[in-house]
Protein backbone atom coordinates (compact mmCIF):
# COMPACT_ATOMS: atom_id res chain seq x y z
CA UNK A 1 0.00 0.00 0.00
CA UNK A 2 1.53 3.35 -1.17
CA UNK A 3 1.31 6.36 1.02
CA UNK A 4 2.23 9.83 1.21
CA UNK A 5 2.88 11.42 4.52
CA UNK A 6 3.53 15.15 5.33
CA UNK A 7 5.23 16.92 7.81
CA UNK A 8 6.81 20.31 8.35
CA UNK A 9 3.74 22.64 8.58
CA UNK A 10 2.76 25.12 11.50
CA UNK A 11 2.59 28.49 12.99
CA UNK A 12 5.09 31.67 11.53
CA UNK A 13 5.44 35.31 11.05
CA UNK A 14 5.40 36.69 8.00
CA UNK A 15 8.74 37.03 6.28
CA UNK A 16 9.27 33.52 8.35
CA UNK A 17 10.24 29.97 6.17
CA UNK A 18 8.63 26.96 6.72
CA UNK A 19 9.97 23.54 4.88
CA UNK A 20 7.26 20.75 4.13
CA UNK A 21 7.84 17.53 3.28
CA UNK A 22 6.17 14.86 1.24
CA UNK A 23 6.90 10.90 2.30
CA UNK A 24 6.41 7.90 0.42
CA UNK A 25 6.28 4.15 1.83
CA UNK A 26 5.42 1.34 0.44
CA UNK A 27 6.65 -0.52 -2.39
CA UNK A 28 7.18 2.10 -4.94
CA UNK A 29 9.52 1.52 -8.33
CA UNK A 30 9.38 5.05 -9.28
CA UNK A 31 7.70 8.34 -8.79
CA UNK A 32 7.13 10.75 -11.61
CA UNK A 33 5.43 14.28 -11.40
CA UNK A 34 5.18 15.27 -8.01
CA UNK A 35 2.88 18.77 -7.24
CA UNK A 36 2.12 20.74 -4.23
CA UNK A 37 -1.51 22.19 -3.83
CA UNK A 38 -2.96 24.57 -1.37
CA UNK A 39 -6.59 24.91 -0.03
CA UNK A 40 -8.24 27.42 2.09
CA UNK A 41 -11.75 27.08 3.71
CA UNK A 42 -14.16 27.54 0.85
CA UNK A 43 -12.00 27.59 -1.91
CA UNK A 44 -10.92 25.12 -4.17
CA UNK A 45 -7.07 23.65 -4.04
CA UNK A 46 -4.75 25.38 -6.34
CA UNK A 47 -1.62 24.18 -7.84
CA UNK A 48 1.27 25.70 -5.89
CA UNK A 49 4.34 23.94 -7.41
CA UNK A 50 5.19 21.05 -9.94
CA UNK A 51 8.31 19.03 -10.59
CA UNK A 52 8.35 16.52 -13.48
CA UNK A 53 10.69 13.21 -13.13
CA UNK A 54 12.68 15.13 -15.85
CA UNK A 55 13.64 18.03 -13.60
CA UNK A 56 11.08 20.64 -14.65
CA UNK A 57 9.60 23.05 -12.92
CA UNK A 58 6.37 25.48 -12.96
CA UNK A 59 5.25 27.49 -10.04
CA UNK A 60 1.79 29.57 -9.38
CA UNK A 61 2.80 33.35 -10.40
CA UNK A 62 2.23 33.64 -6.46
CA UNK A 63 4.76 31.94 -5.03
CA UNK A 64 7.24 32.50 -7.72
CA UNK A 65 10.82 33.39 -6.31
CA UNK A 66 9.70 32.36 -2.49
CA UNK A 67 8.71 28.86 -3.05
CA UNK A 68 11.02 26.21 -4.32
CA UNK A 69 10.27 22.25 -4.84
CA UNK A 70 12.85 19.54 -4.88
CA UNK A 71 12.93 15.65 -4.68
CA UNK A 72 15.20 13.11 -2.50
CA UNK A 73 14.93 10.21 -4.96
CA UNK A 74 16.93 8.25 -2.63
CA UNK A 75 14.52 8.59 0.06
CA UNK A 76 11.10 8.94 -1.89
CA UNK A 77 10.88 12.45 -0.57
CA UNK A 78 9.42 15.46 -2.15
CA UNK A 79 9.88 18.83 -0.33
CA UNK A 80 8.68 22.06 -0.62
CA UNK A 81 11.13 25.37 0.77
CA UNK A 82 9.00 27.93 1.31
CA UNK A 83 10.57 31.64 2.18
CA UNK A 84 9.26 35.19 2.85
CA UNK A 85 5.78 33.40 3.99
CA UNK A 86 2.86 36.02 3.94
CA UNK A 87 -0.72 36.02 5.28
CA UNK A 88 -1.76 34.36 1.99
CA UNK A 89 -0.07 31.59 1.94
CA UNK A 90 -2.20 30.47 4.41
CA UNK A 91 -3.43 26.93 4.01
CA UNK A 92 -3.48 23.40 4.01
CA UNK A 93 -0.65 22.04 1.88
CA UNK A 94 -0.85 19.04 0.05
CA UNK A 95 1.29 16.53 -1.91
CA UNK A 96 0.43 15.15 -4.91
CA UNK A 97 2.68 12.33 -6.31
CA UNK A 98 2.13 10.08 -9.51
CA UNK A 99 3.80 6.81 -8.69
CA UNK A 100 4.31 3.66 -10.29
CA UNK A 101 4.24 0.27 -7.95
CA UNK A 102 3.70 -3.15 -8.68
CA UNK A 103 0.14 -2.57 -9.10
CA UNK A 104 0.97 0.03 -12.20
CA UNK A 105 0.98 4.22 -12.13
CA UNK A 106 -1.51 5.76 -9.94
CA UNK A 107 -1.91 9.30 -8.07
CA UNK A 108 -1.75 9.44 -4.74
CA UNK A 109 -2.44 12.41 -2.32
CA UNK A 110 -1.34 13.11 1.32
CA UNK A 111 -3.82 13.88 4.58
CA UNK A 112 -2.40 17.39 4.50
CA UNK A 113 -0.64 19.83 6.79
CA UNK A 114 -1.70 23.37 7.84
CA UNK A 115 0.47 26.43 7.29
CA UNK A 116 -0.42 29.69 9.27
CA UNK A 117 1.69 32.63 8.31
CA UNK A 118 0.42 35.33 11.31
CA UNK A 119 2.04 37.65 13.53
Not at 3 to 29: M, Y
Given at each position: QVQLVESGGGLV???GSLRLSCAASGI??????????RQTP????????????EG???YADS?????????????????????DLQAEDTAA?????????LTGGDDYWGQGTQVTVSS
Amino acid sequence: QVQLVESGGGLVQPGGSLRLSCAASGIILRIGTVSWYRQTPGSQRESVATLTDEGVTNYADSVKGRFTIHRDNAKNTVYLQMNDLQAEDTAAYYCLAHIYSLTGGDDYWGQGTQVTVSS
